[in-house]
């Protein structure tokens, strides 16, 4: 069983900065993507960063330049900076991976609340 333990969430003021980790266990394919995701009140869960096996990285516009996702592949963690926090960037942030072996697999952390506010 795959389980993710996302943590580094909390109040943070406008223009602040965060870190969150998400530490994988369990049988995970050494080639996988891993990323987050965030869902605000009352709006759609939406990607904000992921990074695959290989290197590639992928950002929300809305985010570029101010956060960065890095990985550590020793660890099995994934890390989101997040720099130049506006209070648009509050919701409950949820770590994921996924990959393909013959079938599709999907996993979800349990979600760390951001809140930005003054």
């Known amino acids: 069983q795959v389980q993710l333990v996302e943590s580094g969430g909390g109040l943070v003021q406008p223009g602040g900065s965060l870190r969150l980790s998400c530490a994988a266990s369990?049988?995970?394919?050494?080639?996988?993507?891993m990323g987050w995701h965030r869902q605000a009140p009352g709006k759609q869960r939406e990607l904000v960063a992921t990074?695959?096996?290989?290197?590639?990285?992928n950002y929300a516009d809305s985010v570029k330049g101010r956060f960065t996702i890095s990985k550590d592949n020793a660890k099995n963690t994934v890390y989101l900076q997040m720099n130049s926090l506006k209070p648009e960037d509050t919701a409950v942030y949820y770590c994921r991976t996924s990959w393909w072996s013959n079938r599709g697999y999907e996993y979800w952390g349990q979600g760390t609340q951001v809140t930005v506010s003054s």
């Open positions: 990074i695959v096996s290989g290197g590639y990285i």
């Open positions: 369990g049988i995970i394919s050494s080639i996988n993507t």
